[in-house]
Nanobody
Framework: QVQVVESGGGLVQAGGSLRLSCAAS????????MGWFRQAPGKEREFVAA????????YYADSVKGRFTISRGNAKNTVYLQMNSLKPEDTAVYYC???????????????WGQGTQVTVSS
């Protein structure tokens, strides 16, 4: 069983930055496609960003493109989400997810973390 644990959430003013981290257990982390999703109150969980196994391909939702950057450090079994120019509409619980075999931009991930709250004040 793979465990996925997010950290780094918090309260930030609009225009500020946060970096989320996601640590995944397992010896085969480098074979996982990794993704970030978010869910705001009363809304469905939505795709934010994803990265392939080697870190050479990244994918973003239009709403965060140019502001968020996903990266990974396979030696540390960790994936990151750097969030800049944050807006109040970015407020949500952010979830990290792992897919055993490929990178996808849908919710077809095998393992999910518990989420970390990000709140952006205006």
């Amino acid at each position: 069983q793979v465990q996925v644990v997010e950290s780094g959430g918090g309260l930030v003013q609009a225009g500020g930055s946060l970096r989320l981290s996601c640590a995944a257990s397992g010896r085969t982390f480098s074979s996982y496609g990794m993704g970030w999703f978010r869910q705001a109150p009363g809304k469905e969980r939505e795709f934010v960003a994803a990265i392939n196994q080697s870190g050479t391909s990244t994918y973003y939702a239009d709403s965060v493109k140019g502001r968020f950057t996903i990266s990974r450090g396979n030696a540390k079994n960790t994936v990151y989400l750097q969030m800049n120019s944050l807006k109040p509409e970015d407020t949500a619980v952010y979830y990290c997810a792992a897919n055993r075999n490929r990178v996808v931009t849908t919710k077809l991930y095998d393992y999910w973390g518990q989420g970390t709250q990000v709140t952006v004040s205006s």
